[in-house]
């Protein structure tokens, strides 16, 4: 079977550069044959945004701040006057005050907690809530993006790691609740990576070389890696997959210890 996305359709949440996981996914799913939109929060993310949606064919943009209720009512409802239906959904959206990103974690903020967990976690139901009545009727597959400091102790990852957690719970009560639509649920979880929330992690550069240095692969993910697991996932070939945190980390994730030489 050719993994391909060609005569689908779907909306990129969370491209904030050409180095985003988001646009290494965005990539991926149009050189697979698939029509793309996005979205973007706010006016200067959406200026650093539109060339890079150009440069896939997409002149499909829609602002929406998933903290608010009304601003995703407007997005959805843009994005369903041009596309009544989309086939998937790639949901890249997290934020954590950089300040709590480092340190210890017994002093993360209430506040930098509720507003981590609604931004990173919480969004991506009120997304899948919305994007169900576009994909009801033909089925379709919302994917998430993850991280191994949802279930395993990274340093400075903190807050983050307790709300990966709680969106690696969502994604498996999605799946169940919206398999009888025929809607696949899904996150993937790449090793770390050099992107502009990567770098808010303290002591990122430490971390991304050490899992280099030990994976199974010797290597870190790669966008196009990361991007092509995205188009399996939503391609007919992943009809049968859902519930599923699909790691692409080079095989990290199954190291109790690191190498002999590393030791």
């Known amino acids: 079977m050719v993994v391909q996305l060609k005569g689908k359709r779907g909306l990129i949440m969370g491209v904030a550069n050409d180095r985003s996981i988001a646009w290494g996914i965005a990539k991926a799913m149009h050189e697979a044959g698939a029509e793309l939109a996005f979205s973007y929060q706010g006016e200067a993310f959406g200026k650093r945004l539109a060339p890079l949606a150009e440069s896939v064919g997409s002149d499909l943009m829609v602002d929406m701040d998933v903290t608010s209720d009304e601003s995703l009512d407007a997005g959805f409802a843009q994005l369903a006057e041009r596309w009544p239906t989309i086939d998937f959904l790639v949901h890249a959206v997290a934020f954590s005050d950089k300040s709590e990103l480092t340190g210890r974690f017994i002093n993360t903020s209430r506040r930098n907690f509720k507003n981590s967990l609604d931004i990173s976690a919480y969004s991506f139901i009120e997304v899948a809530r919305r994007a169900h009545p576009m994909m009801r009727e033909t089925g379709g597959t919302l994917l998430t993006l993850t991280y191994q400091g949802s279930n395993k102790v990274v340093p400075n990852y903190n807050v983050m790691g307790v709300a990966k957690a709680a969106l690696e719970s969502?994604?498996?009560?999605?799946?169940?609740?919206?398999?009888?639509?025929?809607?696949?649920?899904?996150?993937?979880?790449?090793?770390?990576?050099?992107?502009?929330?990567?770098?808010?992690?303290?002591?990122?550069?430490?971390?991304?070389?050490?899992?280099?240095?030990?994976?199974?692969?010797?290597?870190?993910a790669t966008l196009e890696a990361v991007g092509g697991t995205a188009v399996w996932l939503a391609s007919d070939a992943g009809s049968c997959t859902t519930g599923e945190i699909v790691h692409v980390d080079g095989g990290y994730h199954v190291l109790a210890m690191p190498q002999p030489e590393f030791l």
């Open 170 to 220: 969502i994604t498996r009560y999605l799946a169940n609740d919206l398999g009888p639509d025929g809607i696949r649920v899904n996150a993937i979880s790449p090793g770390p990576m050099k992107t502009l929330a990567g770098a808010a992690i303290g002591g990122a550069r430490k971390t991304y070389k050490f899992t280099e240095q030990n994976t199974p692969m010797r290597a870190n």
